[in-house]
């Protein structure tokens, strides 16, 4: 099915270890995003990216980093995980364009543990 | 800088009350975007509305209605003759633009837990 796919859906790390988020639209959107939900805080925007090769901080980036390759991925890497990055992730495209077909797909989600 | 609140943080509801999630948002621009979304205790988040700022009209899909009031800066959503299956988190966005640079603002989410 067309959509935002991203792996894996639940991980635990250690403090210090490192891990990549993966993420995937088969749409064609040029916008893509990342945001972390945690209780009580809603979601909240970590970086995005406008297109290939383009890539900016959001509300909450630091200790993640990303790029974007493709028009395809948005990978988001942990360098150094700490516990307060223990939260729920969310990948998102957005097709932009005309009034009539602006609108967000999400990932499934990525239940992430730092102990 | 935009900011969205959802002043209700939980709900409870017997079925088929009607229920009414307050939305108000804060923005300089003069066209923005309004979301809604659901998330059920699956976790996914599920789209349920977009209304853009210059259309005003009111919007009813079934049992769901939305009252967007640029007036009083709110784009608030009724459930009416709620169910169970209505219990879930509520998401109230904002986007002060679309396409390539735009950016989603949600509020913190309202928990409305429809009892039988």
């Known amino acids: 099915n067309a959509g935002v796919t991203q792996t894996p859906k639940f991980q635990v790390l250690k403090t210090g270890q490192s891990m990549t988020l993966q993420c995937a639209q088969d749409?064609?959107?040029?916008?893509m995003s990342w945001y972390r939900q945690d209780p009580g805080m809603g979601l909240r925007l970590i970086h995005y990216?406008?297109?290939?090769?383009?890539?900016d901080q959001g509300e909450v980036p630091n200790g993640y980093n990303v790029s974007r390759s493709t028009t395809e991925d948005f990978p988001l890497r942990l360098l150094s995980a700490a516990p307060s990055q223990t939260s729920v992730y969310f990948c998102?495209?957005?097709?932009?364009?005309?009034?009539?077909?602006?609108?967000?797909?999400f990932g499934s989600g990525t239940r992430l543990t730092v102990v | 800088a935009q900011k969205v609140t959802q002043a209700q943080t939980e709900i409870s509801v017997v079925e088929k009350e009607d229920v009414t999630l307050d939305c108000v948002y804060e923005?300089?621009?003069?066209?923005?975007?309004l979301f809604w979304y659901k998330q059920p205790p699956s976790g996914e988040l599920v789209f349920l509305i977009r209304?853009?700022?210059?259309?005003?009209q009111n919007e009813i899909s079934g049992r769901y209605s939305w009252n967007f009031q640029k007036s009083t800066s709110s784009f608030n959503f009724t459930i009416t003759a709620s169910q169970v299956v209505d219990s879930a988190v509520y998401f109230c966005?904002?986007?002060?633009?679309?396409?390539?640079?735009?950016?989603?603002?949600f509020g913190k989410g309202i928990t409305l837990s429809v009892r039988p």
């Open positions: 923005t300089r621009d003069t066209t923005y975007y």
């Open positions: 209304r853009n700022s210059f259309d005003e």
């Open positions: 749409m064609n959107h040029e916008y």
């Open positions: 998102a495209s957005s097709s932009g364009g005309a009034h009539g077909d602006y609108g967000y797909t």
């Open positions: 990216s406008v297109g290939a090769g383009i890539t």
């Open positions: 966005a904002l986007s002060e633009e679309a396409g390539a640079n735009s950016k989603l603002t």
